[in-house]
DNA sequence: GGCGGTATGTACGCCATCGCACCGCGAAGC
DNA sequence: GCTTCGCGGTGCGATGGCGTACATACCGCC
């Protein structure tokens, strides 16, 4: 699925961007890295990596999406992460580790460049400054989880479903695309049946439009505005963490501390 | 709260082990990080850095319990990681991200190991066995809080708490420890209400005892029987990933994988 | 142009948790 | 010794999601 939708409006899709971390490393880097390699096709369903398997390879993806799912017992699994040309699938071997603990599945088709771990490896030791920007990556991602497992605590399935459907669209550079209920179920964690009423209830706000597993957006502010605040959080927290950005400054809490340190006792007491 | 209980039993309290991470790192990075440094003391309820403020410094416990809870609107905040003497609250300036998204709470009050940001920064520069150390921690961290999604999507409270209990006894290095019903709730992110009825069943079956505030585990082996598989795995991955371990030979899908991809497509309906 | 399979819509009883309210007990402080 | 307050226990109706089952509608294929 997550296959284009040329009979209903080419228009739709903006032009595919180049892989984001690609781009911020130094020339050098990035020919070192890629060599003469050419961009992988990735089909929708492949699965890139299962939890606890090594990893032979980190990719970036061009116009394909990976989902992030992680194991889960007497579950099928849940998506904790989606990535697209703006981050790369493959986070531990850019740690040192050479295992997955998360499954890559291909959730939307399209191309990714493949890096081989050894290569990777070396390439790491050598350069600081592609360090930079795959760590500074792996903080984001880091960031995406943690707000994720709040996302799925508190927030409702409509919301979460809004958010999702907001998400892939900017990884699809498109505001159509394919997905099925059964699909979204599992990436979300509900039953099919649960995506069904949420998406009723988005489409009956004239949000989105779904037929038989076409997906269109057809008022992004709306469905904006439907989504949990996660989704702006996400955005901005990558562009806070990949630019480098100073945090706000704030009386940060050090020391002793201990005027804070009772407050916040008081208020869970 | 997590204050020992003296008057209990102090023979439930184990002799304090130092940091781990610390542990790991060879003599001379270890010196040049700590120099002649002590260890600080941290008082329950202090706040190490509020979300989104600048990190001036990494913690490595070595008896006292950092709580990572992540910032979420409409709501007090939701545990989603857990730093005792196997771990260091920092992590992000590790990666080179002087910003953290996760506020660090004194969950138990005891030492810890201080570094400042613009020392740490310049060893992990100047030495890749730091690096190794400190980047295989941030993929633990990830793990945990990948896991930490499914088991907060997942899991019935009172399997949670279960596993709570274990993580921070094991943490404690105590079988008794203080903490209240209302304190817990804000960690596992329901009712106050939920937590009581949860451990009011857990001291039904005879795992713990509780009386106001003051917590002990008299039955270890029934409790990790009651908890999520989670804790299993928690542990069962930090040593994992620490020791840098093989993987688990499987048949790592990748190149073409039709067949596979096909099968997981089929799977999802 | 019928048929089978896939995708979606709806219904029903159940359960975990929610929000709120109220009560009792024990410890610390006046 | 009495009061106050923090902590834990219980009850009640509401709600969001679960598991299951069944109905409908559409597509592609023969």
Redesign the interface.
């Known amino acids: 699925m997550i296959k284009k939708i040329p009979a209903d409006s080419p228009s739709r899709r903006r032009a595919p961007r180049p892989n984001e971390l690609l781009a911020r490393l130094s020339r050098d880097d990035r020919r070192r890295l890629l060599r003469n390699d050419k961009p992988l096709e990735l ?8 939890p ?3 990893l ?2 980190v990719y970036f993806p061009v116009d394909s999406i990976i989902s ?1 799912v ?9 998506e ?2 989606l990535v697209g040309n703006e981050g790369m699938y493959g ?2 071997l850019a ?5 997955s ?2 499954k890559g ?2 959730q939307g088709s399209g191309t990714a460049w493949r890096v081989d771990a050894l290569r990777l490896r070396r390439q790491l ?1 050598r350069s ?1 400054s592609l ?2 920007v795959l ?2 990556y ?2 984001v ?3 995406q ?10 927030h409702v399935v409509e919301t979460r479903l809004a958010r999702w459907l907001l998400m892939t669209a900017d990884r699809a550079h498109a505001d159509a695309f394919h997905i ?1 209920h ?2 979204l179920s ?1 990436m979300l ?1 509900v039953r099919r049946v649960g995506v069904t009423r949420a998406a009723t209830a988005l489409r009956r706000r004239k949000l989105i439009r779904y037929h038989r597993g076409n997906i269109s957006i057809i008022d992004r502010a709306g469905l904006e505005a439907a989504s ?2 996660c989704y702006a959080t996400a955005k901005r ?1 990558y562009k ?2 990949m630019n ?1 950005m ?5 009386t ?3 020391g ?3 005027v ?3 407050t ?2 008081k ?3």
């Open positions: 089909a929708f369903g492949h699965v890139l990596c299962e606890g398997e090594r032979h390879y992030l992680t194991a889960i017992d007497g579950h099928a699994g849940l904790v992460g986070v531990p740690l040192g580790v050479d295992v603990p998360l599945l291909v030791q600081a360090r930079n760590h500074r792996a903080e991602l880091m960031i989880l943690s707000m994720e497992a709040a996302c799925t605590r508190f099925t059964q699909f599992y964690g949990c605040t927290e806070r963490t480098g100073r945090p706000r400054t704030g940060v809490s050090r002793r501390g201990a804070r340190a009772r916040s006792a208020q869970l007491g």
